[in-house]
């Protein structure tokens, strides 16, 4: 399904006397490609996450939904998924971190509801999700499922939340000398799912303990597993070259380079970058 960009806010006459803290292309931008896929099952939404006291988009939210092609609607899902995540977040009060995990749980449970109105025959509808808060000192967030979360500093890539897959438990075993390291990253079961949101209790679920300190010059990704045709390193050495551009021409570029691969079995990729000015 074809991405949105959410920008909510009331506070029009703030907006009109200060400029906002992020601006759209500039500082915060998403693009999608379908790959070789029939559909595209992957959305985002980017939202304004400022509080009342706050100026425009001093509080930026990020929402990334890959739907599980195997089951009933991946597109669909990714879309009410990522649509309730957002709302869910706005309706809540408390500390942020609260609010995400609200989000997430809201969006897990919509789903299940509408898998309950469909035939018993059919697959439960699922996606997973990453949610960032991100503000120009600091950044939250919250996963479930495979869809990566980067942070690029100083040069170095980091991958931050968790990987809900079996490719972490696949590489444990080569470590240890079961299988070679080939036969890990080609293993049949390597991007099965550990963790969803399929309207069933979430068992596992990646967020930190305390907001992630940001720097001048950070590039925040959050993206589908599609990204994972480039490899770790070659998108670092991508990244590098970003450092002085906007986030819309790094989108671009990372876009660029995976269709240039031309993997004749690319799944869908949406990448969703943030740079801290």
Do not use: C
């Not at 992020?22 to 595209?40: C, H, P, V």
């Not at 669909?76 to 809540?92: C, K, L, M, P």
């Not at 293993?187 to 907001?211: C, F, K, S, V």
């Amino acid at each position: 399904m074809s991405a949105t960009t959410t920008v909510l806010t009331d506070r029009v006459p703030l907006f009109e006397t200060q400029p906002p803290a992020f601006i759209q292309e500039q500082d915060f931008a998403a693009r999608q490609y379908r790959g070789r896929r029939d559909n595209q099952e992957d959305y985002y939404a980017f939202a304004d996450a400022a509080e009342p006291e706050e100026r425009s988009l001093e509080r930026l939210l990020l929402v990334v939904g890959d739907g599980l092609g195997a089951h009933a609607g991946g597109s669909v899902a990714s879309y009410i998924g990522v649509n309730a995540f957002v709302r869910a977040y706005h309706e809540q009060d408390g500390p942020h971190s609260w609010k995400l995990k609200h989000a997430i749980e809201t969006a897990n449970e919509t789903l299940g509801i509408i898998t309950s109105r469909m035939p018993s025959v059919a697959p439960p509808m699922g996606t997973t999700m990453v949610g960032v808060l991100i503000t120009p000192k600091t950044m939250e967030w919250i996963s479930v499922g495979d869809s990566p979360l980067f942070l690029f500093r100083d040069g170095v890539l980091h991958r931050l939340n968790a990987d809900h897959s079996l490719s972490p438990l696949i590489d444990a075993r080569a470590e240890r000398g079961e299988i070679t390291r080939e036969e890990a990253e080609n293993h049949p079961d390597r991007h099965t799912l550990q963790a969803a949101l399929l309207g069933m209790p979430l068992a596992m679920i990646d967020t930190p303990a305390e907001p992630w300190p940001l720097k001048k010059g950070d590039i925040i990704i959050a993206a589908s597993d599609g990204i994972f045709t480039l490899s770790h390193k070659a998108l670092e050495e991508l990244l590098s070259f970003g450092k002085h551009t906007t986030a819309d021409k790094i989108a671009d570029a990372i876009i660029f380079a995976i269709r240039r691969i031309n993997n004749d079995r690319q799944d869908n990729t949406t990448v969703g970058v943030v740079k801290i000015g």
